[in-house]
């Protein structure tokens, strides 16, 4: 069920009277004329400074570096309480590091902008605003004009009972355009982080994170997009939450909204469904990664089945929802736009379309893999590796969300991040395989020297030269771009023998197994090896194929006769090897 709609009737009445007498309408951001005024650390120099430039017609303002300039009362109640003079001209606010805030139990939001006024804010933390008693919401801005938004931390701000519209952080009904910047632990009705109701220009969000913002009532936990078009372009959306009954944790869209280069983690939502997105207009996805999010149904996404409303998805994974609901849902389909994973069934992918379902896309978890914002990065064995034709527009000449140029191999890959591919480690072998546990030279052992199937493998004192329980080599895995066997060197008689998982369920002992690469077994002996990282960044770490497993001393054990077995990524120095 879709929220009453009189509140609708109540926004678009609000905005076209707030629009009377706007000469032209939105007006477009200018630079203000000579050099930025500089503002004393003290709030009566921010509002006296507020006031000239507003006077002025437009004016440069740059704070006190580091300072915290508090708020304790408003100044105005245009649009509701005001702690700053409303923006009637040209104001730009360069912030150096200072944090504006509202100190105290008066509740007022901190900027307001009128129709012919327009804001750029820089280098600047918006904190605990609060759009109540009345007020339409935007809990640190209201902008009925142009706002700009770069570098700038949004926090703790909040609209809880705004009078018709919301917007936690922002409620923007002029040009918006953001960059650079972060939300977090702003709340509101709908739009815990941004409000976006123009229809004049479209708002552009990019390069930005919003994490742990709410929507209480009715959806979006970080954004919402009521009237015209929301672009959200290289932007994470991690841990936001619409609560109760309300939909889309992440994104909830009543108009257009396009999606490109982003990712979505760990994002739920209420019974409206839609852990990540929920929509009810016109959505597009393309190029994104959307994984581990949960709502009672579209976990992932949700598209509304009412007449007219639209999803296409793209070059992007839908994947590991939870929460009780399905990655995809709503009984009108999601259109299959291409090049999609779907780790179930749900969301309708075709193999036609060069889309797959029921496929593990194997993601790493959401981390700083480069760029402004964090993503989920694919192992090197990744079905969504290379799977999108050059042909395919957006591949060739485009860049992934962290910026990093598409394709880096002979196509490029599904979802918001590319894999970088480092030349293969050499075939190199025979030689020894040795542990960074500790500071003896351990080395990978074939126990007993026994050349039988399932035998243990282990630690041991190596040898001067390596007798053949000791020898290994890496040897490519037929088709697999940097995949691997990790293989014996013997001539015993039976082999070859390869490093062999125990069990591709969970952590278990490593074994010796017959090499069998491209049967149905091959997957517990497949491995790609990863330069160091992490705490060690020592050696190599080898990776099992599928099964985000890796090649670990169990406890840091450094006596003969230790057990070798696979466990998760630790980055710790028993999971360093040489290589062969």
């Not at 507020?50 to 304790?72: P, R």
């Not at 527009?393 to 992934?400: N, V």
Request: hydrophobic residues 35%; negative net charge.
């Amino acid at each position: 069920m879709r929220r009453t709609t009189g509140s609708y009737t109540f926004r678009i009445a609000a905005v076209a009277a707030a629009a009377i007498g706007a000469a032209g309408g939105v007006v477009a951001m200018s630079g203000a004329a000579g050099a930025a005024v500089t503002v004393p650390c003290s709030v009566s120099s921010l509002i006296s400074a507020i006031k000239a430039a507003n006077g002025a017609g437009s004016g440069s303002l740059s704070l006190a570096s580091g300072c915290t300039y508090s708020l304790t009362k408003a100044d105005n109640t245009t649009d509701g309480p005001n702690g700053l003079p409303a923006i009637t001209g040209s104001v730009s606010i360069a912030g150096d590091g200072a944090t504006i805030t509202r100190s105290g139990s008066a509740a007022f939001r901190l900027f307001e902008v009128q129709p012919q006024g327009s804001l750029s804010l820089s280098g600047l933390t918006l904190s605990d605003g609060l759009a109540d008693n009345g007020a339409q919401g935007g809990g640190a801005v209201f902008a009925l004009g142009a706002l700009s938004v770069t570098s700038t931390t949004f926090s703790g701000n909040s609209a809880p009972s705004a009078t018709g519209t919301s917007g936690g952080a922002i409620n923007s009904s002029g040009s918006l355009s953001v960059s650079f910047s972060t939300f977090t632990g702003n709340s509101g009705q709908e739009g815990g982080g941004i409000f976006n109701q123009s229809t004049g220009a479209a708002a552009t969000i990019t390069d930005s994170t919003f994490s742990g913002n709410t929507a209480t009532t009715y959806g979006g936990g970080a954004i919402v997009g009521v009237q015209g078009t929301t672009n959200v372009a290289r932007d994470t959306f991690a841990g936001n939450h619409a609560t109760g009954t309300a939909g889309g944790g992440a994104i909830d869209n009543d108009a257009t909204v396009k999606v490109t280069d982003s990712t979505f983690n760990g994002n739920t939502a209420g019974t409206n469904g839609g852990g990540a997105i929920q929509n009810f207009g016109t959505a597009t996805i393309t190029w994104s990664t959307i994984s581990g999010n949960g709502a009672p149904f579209g976990a992932d996404l949700h598209n509304d089945p009412a007449p007219g409303n639209s999803m296409t998805v793209a070059e992007t994974i839908v994947a590991n929802g939870g929460g009780g609901g399905s990655n995809c849902s709503g009984s009108a389909a999601v259109i299959d736009g291409g090049y999609n994973i779907d780790s179930g069934t749900s969301c309708g992918f075709s193999a036609a379309h060069g889309s797959k379902s029921d496929t593990d896309p194997d993601l790493g978890p959401l981390a700083d893999n480069g760029g402004p914002t964090q993503t989920m990065a694919l192992a090197a064995d990744s079905p969504a590796v290379n799977a999108v034709p050059v042909t395919v527009p957006g591949c060739s000449g485009g860049t992934d969300q962290r910026g990093v140029s598409r394709p880096q191999g002979p196509a490029c890959d599904i979802g918001a991040y590319e894999l970088v591919m480092h030349a293969p480690p050499p075939t190199i072998g025979p030689g020894l395989v040795s542990s960074f546990a500790d500071y003896s030279r351990s080395c990978l052992d074939n126990s007993d020297f026994r050349w039988t199937p399932g035998n243990r493998l282990q630690l041991w004192a190596c040898g001067a030269a390596g007798g053949a329980d000791q020898r290994l080599e890496l040897v490519p895995v037929a088709g697999r771009s940097g995949v691997y066997e990790l293989r014996f060197a013997t001539g015993a008689s039976g082999g070859p023998f390869c490093v062999t998982q125990a069990n591709i369920s969970g952590a278990g002992p490593l074994v010796l197994g017959v090499c069998n690469a491209g049967t149905p077994g091959a997957r517990r002996q497949m491995l790609t090896p990863i330069p160091g990282a992490g705490n060690c960044r020592c050696g190599v770490y080898y990776r099992f194929t599928g099964t985000g497993l890796y090649m670990d001393d169990w406890a840091y054990n450094t006596r003969n006769g230790a057990t070798v077995g696979t466990y998760r990524f630790d980055g710790g120095r028993n999971q360093g090897w040489s290589q062969p």
